[in-house]
């Protein structure tokens, strides 16, 4: 039995970039009248937008966690032991997050110099073991979760 996965519904950011795509293309047209290079222009105005777009995601997940830096840091006299085990998670996300967006950026600008780097993704293969990948994360996210409720509530009885 095969299955068939849509690749819109895991990767939504390919979607985005067709969109882009459909929409700044007036204009790269226009471009390509007056200097006759069509493949060249398109692909250094898509470079420069995936840069410009990597730089917008990178500093919205700078800004979430500092905010959550600070959200932690108020938990501070009631549970010291999580502001230490946070900054630890903090900087596990922080990471996280740049290699995600690293590779979305990378295959972003493996498409616009028209590399078909996310039809990869349309494989059964692929798409089952990135959804077994986030399944993981998933589960490695509530444990850390559970432990840390489990430990702070041991703590207070404690004490």
Same mark, same amino acid.
Do not use: C
């Given at each position: 039995?095969?299955?068939?996965?849509?690749?819109?519904?895991?990767?939504?950011?390919?979607?985005?970039?067709?969109?882009?795509?459909?929409?700044?293309?007036?204009?790269?047209d226009q471009i390509?009248?007056?200097?006759?290079?069509?493949?060249?222009?398109? %692909?250094? @105005?898509?470079?420069?937008? +995936?840069?410009?777009?990597? $730089?917008?995601a990178f500093s919205? *997940?700078?800004?979430? /966690?500092?905010?959550?830096?600070?959200?932690?840091?108020?938990?501070?006299?009631?549970?010291?032991?999580?502001?230490?085990?946070?900054?630890?998670?903090?900087?596990?996300?922080?990471?996280?997050?740049?290699?995600?967006?690293?590779?979305?950026?990378?295959? %972003?600008? @493996?498409?616009?110099?028209? +590399?078909?780097?996310?039809? $990869?993704?349309?494989?059964?293969? *692929?798409?089952?073991? /990135?959804?077994?990948?986030?399944?993981?994360?998933?589960?490695?996210?509530?444990?850390?979760?559970?432990?840390?409720?489990?430990?702070?509530?041991?703590?207070?009885?404690?004490?």
């Amino acid at each position: 039995m095969e299955i068939f996965y849509q690749h819109d519904m895991y990767f939504p950011v390919m979607n985005v970039f067709e969109k882009i795509k459909a929409y700044s293309q007036p204009y790269i047209d226009q471009i390509v009248e007056v200097t006759g290079y069509e493949s060249a222009v398109s %692909s250094i @105005l898509y470079t420069i937008l +995936v840069f410009v777009l990597a $730089l917008v995601a990178f500093s919205i *997940v700078r800004h979430f /966690l500092t905010r959550l830096e600070r959200f932690m840091e108020s938990f501070d006299k009631q549970l010291p032991t999580l502001k230490k085990n946070a900054r630890r998670y903090i900087f596990i996300l922080r990471y996280g997050f740049r290699i995600v967006l690293l590779t979305a950026v990378a295959l %972003s600008l @493996l498409e616009a110099w028209g +590399v078909d780097a996310y039809t $990869l993704f349309g494989t059964a293969l *692929v798409a089952d073991l /990135l959804g077994k990948i986030v399944s993981l994360v998933i589960m490695l996210l509530a444990a850390a979760v559970a432990w840390e409720v489990v430990n702070s509530m041991m703590e207070k009885a404690v004490k």
